[in-house]
């Protein structure tokens, strides 16, 4: 089609490739994006992609155009529909590929859209899709004598049964499950009426323009209509979906949001009642109290940076058997694969209570307790936003010196902690954001961090949200 081509810097994140669909991101990018990642994939040997994507509206042009790019690198596709993203992840691991590339915007609105890469069986991102770029640019593509082929193959079924495989349930629980017009509906669809108990399904029609709700599980006005429906059925849990599948919201039996810390916190205590010692990450915006509980239960907490790709190296780096993000990417290695697999996530959260004789509401009355803001966004442009970071850490490190009391970590942005908790500030890896967050154990210790931190901001001349 074209000798080299030049990707919009903004397109090219940390983790993935995500732009706005005919302005940062065309199907031209698309075509780019497989010929440079077909070009990796035969320099490493490989041969052979496997490709997905998910429900919005310009996902099956963009498909196309990938595999065109792949073809035109000599890489033969395998290319198995419309479906979550874990659903790639899982063809990845058990189909003959050498890597994988699903087309999704994740949770971002439907006039955006992306690509999800893995190369072998690990997460591609930072610097791999940096060189993916300058592969583009500077045309340094494969000339394949002979064009690869496609072949489509649907894995839905496998895939399903594969989480289903190892699942003990027992008592029959009540449930409702949110789909929110995303990925995830098809496999839900066809899920449900396998599982013990009663099970009502929210916009299980998958459709792009996601007109319900946006599919976000970790806004709580998300998951207002999950929540609604609940209270209707007298539903014991609550699973809601984004729009590709690989995050999770929850509710419990009382209508109260459970947050990724806590949902960590309670798969943690099976597992590492199995085995003793191990490894758990979670993000750096996690609760304290997460990390206490993981000591509490016998395990070995580790904070990490922020990103489902970041989360997903540290975790077979260590060879964690659990981990995941406030944002709702949770992932198991304990009996499955350690991809973030949201509707997997679910089994195993129903699989866990229905096998307690307590409720969910009353599993988590034992969790710390600590008072904490919200994730808090400010809008700052993809540049401005690195730049308040460095600002914030240099006058900290300052302070500090001039014997303020406090901990400093900067594995992602700044954490500080100090004998009232901790506050938060980083830059997003995926928006035009900074993210915030704050924690302390009383009221009046949260209000003093919140403080320090709205000080902070307006030195860098960023407004804090009442």
Request: net charge neutral; hydrophobic share 40%.
């Amino acid at each position: 089609m074209f000798d080299k081509h030049q990707f919009d810097k903004t397109i090219l994140r940390e983790y993935d490739i995500r732009g706005i669909v005919g302005q940062t991101l065309r199907e031209s990018d698309a075509y780019a994006v497989g010929r440079s990642f077909g070009t990796l994939v035969r320099a490493k040997g490989g041969k052979r992609v496997a490709v997905g994507y998910d429900g919005r509206t310009s996902s099956p042009s963009f498909e196309a155009a990938l595999v065109q790019g792949l073809h035109a690198a000599g890489i033969d596709t395998v290319q198995i529909g419309m479906g979550p993203t874990p659903m790639l992840y899982y063809a990845v691991h058990e189909l003959a590929v050498d890597g994988g590339i699903q087309v999704t915007g994740s949770h971002n609105p439907p006039s955006h859209n992306g690509f999800k890469l893995m190369l072998g069986r690990s997460s591609f991102y930072g610097e791999s899709i940096q060189k993916l770029a300058q592969i583009a640019e500077k045309g340094q593509w494969q000339n394949a004598e002979t064009k690869g082929k496609g072949v489509k193959q649907s894995v839905e079924a496998d895939y399903s049964a594969r989480m289903l495989r190892d699942l003990k349930f027992g008592r029959a629980m009540s449930c409702v499950w949110d789909c929110g017009n995303g990925a995830t509906g098809d496999i839900v669809r066809k899920l449900v009426p396998q599982l013990p108990g009663k099970h009502h399904l929210l916009f299980a029609e998958i459709d792009g323009r996601f007109p319900n709700h946006h599919p976000d599980p970790t806004e709580p006005k998300n998951l207002v209509d999950l929540q609604r429906a609940m209270e209707q059925q007298g539903a014991d849990l609550g699973f809601a979906f984004d729009g590709d599948g690989d995050r999770i919201g929850m509710v419990d039996n009382r209508g109260q949001i459970l947050w990724g810390d806590q949902i960590l916190s309670l798969l943690a205590a099976p597992i590492l009642a199995r085995l003793p010692g191990a490894t758990v990450i979670a993000d750096i915006k996690a609760s304290q109290g997460l990390f206490d509980e993981i000591a509490r239960l016998g395990g070995t907490p580790l904070m990490w940076r922020t990103g489902h790709s970041l989360i997903k190296a540290k975790l077979k780096e260590t060879n964690a058997p659990l981990a995941g993000e406030m944002s709702g990417h949770i992932f198991i290695a304990d009996n499955y694969y350690g991809f973030d697999d949201a509707v997997y996530v679910a089994l195993r959260m129903l699989e866990l209570v229905s096998n307690q004789a307590q409720s969910l509401s009353q599993m988590t009355e034992h969790l710390p307790k600590w008072i904490n803001t919200p994730e808090l966004r400010f809008d700052c442009s993809d540049q401005r936003k690195f730049e308040v970071i460095a600002e914030v850490k240099q006058r900290i490190r300052l302070e500090q010196s001039k014997g303020m009391a406090c901990e400093i970590n900067e594995i992602d942005g700044l954490r500080l902690s100090t004998s009232d908790g901790w506050w938060l500030l980083r830059a997003s890896n995926t928006q035009a954001v900074l993210v915030a967050r704050a924690e302390s154990h009383s009221s009046e210790g949260l209000l003093r961090l919140k403080q320090q931190l709205r000080s902070q901001l307006a030195a860098s001349n960023i407004d804090f949200p009442e």
